[in-house]
């Protein structure tokens, strides 16, 4: 089973008032384990960026009125591709899996009305799988955000100091495998990949070898005493006796 977490971090609340996407990160899981790949692109709203905003995710000094100078390590925006230019890319990463995102209705408003300013083909509602709606109804009354539950699961996100999209995607996934019952993958049972930008379906996947195989984690001291061990069980003893 393949799915797509994702996350992504905009200019403020409303599309259809001016707001853009700046940001979209997601990670793919494949029988709920990372698989390692990733899309993650910064984007030209194509507007100034609001002073709350940058507040929350530090992207985008050069596009803040009055103009500020960027610091070591913000992300500036102005050679950034426009969402016209990411959208097929982000769409044919997608494919038809399912989407994992924390209060999915927001970001699924930002991503329909980028892509329908495209002329794209919208993402199905039920397509996405809403952490928040998960985690509020398995921990009624309790806080929902991602950090709170970062520390409910003992999830490290001492990184986090500012939003980011891929950074939080990475975070989500964690999160996610924690509310669906715990980090264990589903013993592979499922072994069909979906969407499109995985390829065609791997019925037939197994696990492959190592490149480089793990280093014996037997000491030469211990190998010298069960060579003598078993010289001192005599010819009988079984590690002495063909396999056949």
Not at 4 to 23: A, K, M, N, Q
Not at 39 to 68: C, K, N, T
Not at 176 to 190: A, T, V, W
Not at 209 to 223: H, K, N, Y
Request: proline share 8%; aromatic share 8%; charged share 20%.
């Amino acid at each position: 089973m393949r799915e797509i977490v994702l996350d992504t971090e905009t200019t403020g609340f409303d599309p259809f008032s001016g707001d853009r996407i700046v940001e979209i990160g997601a990670v793919e899981l494949f029988n709920h384990m990372p698989t390692g790949k990733t899309f993650h692109e910064y984007i030209y709203p194509e507007r100034s960026m609001p002073h709350e905003a940058f507040g929350v995710h530090g992207i985008g000094p050069d596009l803040l009125e009055p103009p500020q100078k960027p610091e070591k390590g913000q992300i500036l925006l102005r050679d950034k591709p426009v969402f016209s230019k990411v959208g097929q890319s982000f769409l044919d990463f997608v494919g038809d899996s399912r989407m994992v995102i924390h209060n999915a209705s927001f970001d699924m408003k930002f991503l329909n009305a980028e892509l329908g300013w495209m002329n794209l083909p919208q993402l199905p509602m039920e397509q996405a799988l809403d952490t928040l709606a998960i985690a509020r109804k398995r921990y009624p009354g309790s806080p929902a955000t991602l950090d709170a539950l970062c520390r409910r699961f003992q999830i490290d996100n001492s990184n986090r100091t500012l939003h980011g999209a891929l950074l939080d995607s990475e975070i989500l996934a964690e999160v996610y495998l924690e509310l669906i019952g715990g980090r264990q993958p589903d013993f592979g049972l499922s072994t069909s990949v979906g969407g499109s930008a995985a390829g065609p379906a791997a019925d037939d996947w197994r696990p492959t070898p190592r490149p480089t195989p793990l280093p014996s984690r037997i000491t030469a001291a211990e190998t010298e005493a069960h060579e003598t061990f078993v010289t001192n069980l005599g010819d009988g003893a079984l590690w002495n006796q063909n396999s056949g």
